[in-house]
């Protein structure tokens, strides 16, 4: 006989906790698919995923709120559960099966809305209502539903805790299988099919018990219950206050989630795995906590009083969580900071929040409800405090109060908590045990600011020490935190950096700032109207810039999902980009822009977040590409970025071989260092040799490394037919299968076959061997482009320390950025240190100063002023600086003045 209720056949509540087990995982990897395929069809904003939980939420409700009306009529509870679970079956399939093949039709309805964000997010909300509240109601109505068989048991908290620890442990266990094993290795749709087989799995294991009911000889009517004997010192608490605790509960936990996943972004590696493991150990915590309290309810009658106690716990919880996680931030290496931080962070809230649900239970069922109802009624109420806490915290506080106040708001939200569970009692424990959590909070309450701080200053701490930056502006995104870096020179701003989370974003350092013009010149270069073009991520407005230098360009769309990063980025520019009337700022993400829209562009470039963060393979598959093919005019070009450094070759061919099946005709080129350019090129090429014609666009054009046309073409990498040859049988990226994106780095030798393969020997023969090459360029142009070929490696940013053999050669022809780069200067150096009214304070500063001037008048072939410089330079022993001298000397003819210098020193060169 069930020890909880001995008239009731023997293993029922084990055969009904593996039931919701596997219910609780079937529903978490339906509700990780489905969540993927809403980000195709409304976004993948905060916003966007806010809209989607809350009406996810809302359906739990819903169904929980049917189970109140069902409580008091089905007399075979198990039944409707069996009836249920098939329901989500079959309709969870359904709505994976219909995102599957419309979701662009579903974004096409939400074009018009995109410049309206309030109808938008509106449109959003209603539409995952629609989606997902058939499934959602009917998985809200199971578990609430078989408590009834409990009905006139004296005790509720034993049997719900058991039953809600099983469908949280069985919802951890599905969810971290959907993100570790099965979507990663089985794709979207053998994913979907094991979801449904674990719901049908769900019914078979209860279908044995479908005609049980409470077999009690002597039922009471429906809505009451076997009365319990009452205690002297108790007294009935008011069902809206426990409803009111168990919503503000959902609520609070909600903002627990989204406040604890923004915090980790600043120290993980903001991975959809790592993502999914946080939410894994929020559903671990629920689940130890409603099993621990199980036990409790169990062995101690009035376990319920503890529930201000319990509370004011959670608001302890949380602020030390807080304290953990920035402790966490300061450890190395990567696993070290996920150990503590996350279930630091997370898992004593949540434990807490298990506890109370439990707690909550065992109350209203001293109150006089019966099981079925007082179940029903304290999940309905958690279920819609989580979707007004998704919708709150996620559409409203977070974009507008940033994670700080939002961590602050969770204490005082279960201060606030405690303080009305103490109010619905009349025990002096609960009034202290409030009082208590007053305190704590008063108390850590102003540690949380610096404690967030000190999480945002380590994740920019790598960029910090590595360029010698300092932090010039720190902005609580909606979607992100933003932390703006500047690097002086000779105490003068040079170089900018734009950190998201833990990840640099963008840079103008030279290398970065190559790479990002490389997006526009390739596109600018290989037609002749490109009129209307469209910017997919703006970082820090290099790749604008360079496309607005070109008076060609009439329009220029411009697609972020940041709105802060337009604001930040304006700050370093003399010429803001988003001030020229031809730019348009639209702050959405880049997917679900393309699939909204139907105008069409001559160029349309990229350059996403790394592929690997969250979410952001949906912007690399084969059905983006495709998107983007779509909005593409006939003679259009697009570029990407494919950044190969961190991509293993599988991971990188993937995304190729989904870039090619789109654009028939791709090419890939060298940017710099191992971030590679995607092509999809005009099937009939038009080349155009403008933008070097003119003023403007040439000093853009020579600050990326690309003085002539020629030196585009050097960085030439493959065309279609040599990029399939390398796929080889690699499968494409695509959304079905986002696992072939893999999330493991390459290792030092895959680093050196790419090198391999990218070899400018290697190259320079693909390039000669190449069809497109041969139908786009003349026999001359070929030759211009081999005569310069020497000096990619300079410009892609593998030599920063050049031989003079290797200056000498450069000197040899009219360029000027390989002398700067190869000898460890650029623009932003010359331009500060060519300053006239510039004198540095210390002799250490003089002399750099001194050699990059030095450097600077030998790429302008001014070797005898050269010479100067470098000699000046010499007084403080700068390195390089009596070679470069001497052989300044001798680019001058002053052959005397070269021995001189050189002095006993011996050099591979000589001119004495």
Known sequence: MDTLQPTLPA??????????????????????????????????????????????????????????????????????????????????????????????????????????????????????????????????????????????????????????????GGAMLGLAAAELLLIPMLGMVNSLIAAALLLLSSALLALPLRRLADPADQAPPAGTATQVAPDPQEQPSHPWLLWLIAAGLGLLMLAVEITGIRLLSLQLAGTSRDLALAIVVVLMGLALGSRLAASWTQRHPHASEGIA??????????????????????????????????????????????????????????DGLTSGIASSQLLAANAAGAAAGAALTGSLLLPSQGPVMLAVAVVIGFVTLSLVAAVGSNRRVQWLAAGLALLIAAMGVRSLPSLVDQQVMLAAKPFVDADRAERIALVHGRNETLQLLRSDFLGEPSTWRLVTGRYSMSSTARDSERYMALFAWWGLALQQAPEKSLLISYGLGTTARSLLADPRVQQLDVVDISPETFALASDIHTLDPMDDPRTQAHVTDGRFFLAAGTERYDLITGEPPPPKMASIVNLYTQEYFQQMRRRLSDTGVATYWLPVDQLTPQSAKAITAAFCNAFDDCLLAAGSHYNWILIG????????????????????????????????????????????????????????????????????????????????SVARQRFFASDWVNGALTNSQQQAVAELWDWQPVLNGFVH???????????????????????????????????????????IDRARQAFHRGVGHLARREPDRAKQQFLRALEADWPRARELAVYAACRAGQKDAAGDIAGPARYAFRCW
Request: glycine share 10%.
């Open 11 to 168: 293993q029922t509540l084990r055969r009904l906790q593996w039931a919701l087990a596997c219910s609780g995982a079937g529903t978490l990897l339906f509700q990780a698919i489905w969540f993927r395929q809403l980000g195709w069809a409304l976004g993948n904003t905060v916003m966007a995923a806010a809209a989607t939980l809350a009406a996810f939420m809302l359906g739990l409700a819903l169904g929980a709120g049917l189970a109140i009306w069902f409580a008091g009529r089905v007399k075979r509870p198990v039944q409707i559960f069996v009836i249920a679970e098939t329901l989500v079956a079959l309709t969870g399939t359904g709505t994976a099966v219909l995102l599957l093949g419309h979701w662009p039709s579903i974004a096409s309805w939400l074009g018009a809305l995109l410049e309206q964000p309030v109808l938008l997010q509106s449109a959003r909300f209603w539409l995952a209502v629609g989606l997902l509240t058939l499934p959602a109601v009917a998985m809200g109505v199971g578990l609430p539903l078989l408590t009834c068989l409990w009905n006139h048991h004296p005790r509720l908290g034993p049997v719900l805790g058991r039953l809600y620890a099983a469908n949280t």
């Open 801 to 843: 320390d050049a031989p003079i053999a290797l200056v000498d050669g450069i000197l040899d022809t009219d360029l000027i950025t390989p002398v700067l780069w190869g000898l460890g200067s650029g623009w932003n150096e010359q331009r500060i240190a060519g300053n006239p009214e510039l004198t540095p304070d210390s002799e």
């Open 681 to 760: 090129p005009p099937a009939v090429p038009a080349p155009d040799l403008s933008p070097w014609d003119r003023r403007a666009s040439l000093y853009l054009l020579r600050r990326a490394g690309i003085e002539s046309p020629a030196m585009l073409w050097t960085g030439f990498l493959a065309d279609a037919n040599q990029l399939r040859a390398w796929i080889g049988d690699i499968p494409p990226l695509t959304d079905a299968r986002p696992g072939r994106l893999q999330l493991r780095s390459p290792t030092a030798q895959e680093l050196l076959d790419y090198a391999d393969w990218a070899a400018p």
């Open 309 to 366: 106690l319990v509370t004011g716990g959670a608001a302890a919880s949380w602020l030390a969580g807080v304290g953990l996680a920035s402790l966490g931030a300061s450890l190395e290496p990567a696993w070290a900071r996920w150990l503590v931080s996350v279930p630091g962070l997370l898992l004593p809230v949540s434990l807490c929040s298990g506890v109370l649900m439990t707690l909550l239970a065992e109350r209203l069922r001293r």
